[in-house]
């Protein structure tokens, strides 16, 4: 059993930054792949980022590669979002969540466990 708990979502301008934190508990979840998706009101929930068990990191390639940076630390169980010049397109509920597997994936249906999210909010 792994339970997510997300932080670090708000309201920021466009252009602004935010990071987001996801904790994780486990005993074994340093081998689970960790991601993270949003969702905007009536949008399908969509792939972000995400990391590997081993540190190999994907990002949904046209809309955030280059803007976001996803890292984890092994030591206290938590991964991040580091999000940078944030448009209003990015507003959304982000969730982490984990994959038992350990390997990259963007598909939502291939994680075990999701968090409750936590919500950014960018104006223009």
């Known amino acids: 059993q792994v339970q997510l708990v997300e932080s670090g979502g708000g309201l920021v301008q466009d252009g602004g930054s935010l990071r987001l934190s996801c904790a994780a508990s486990?005993?074994?979840?340093?081998?689970?792949?960790l991601g993270w998706f949003r969702q905007a009101p009536g949008n399908e929930r969509q792939f972000v980022a995400t990391?590997?068990?081993?540190?190999?990191?994907?990002y949904a390639e046209d809309s955030v590669k280059g803007r976001f940076t996803i890292s984890r630390d092994y030591a206290k169980n938590t991964v991040y979002l580091q999000m940078g010049s944030l448009r209003p397109e990015d507003s959304g509920v982000y969730y982490c969540?984990?994959?038992?597997?350990?390997?990259?994936?963007?598909?939502?249906?291939?994680?075990?466990?999701w968090g409750q999210g936590t919500q950014v909010t960018v104006s223009s």
């Open positions: 990391i590997s068990r081993s540190g190999a990191t994907a």
């Open positions: 486990g005993r074994t979840v340093s081998m689970y792949a």
């Open positions: 969540a984990a994959d038992r597997s350990g390997l990259r994936s963007r598909t939502s249906d291939e994680y075990d466990y």
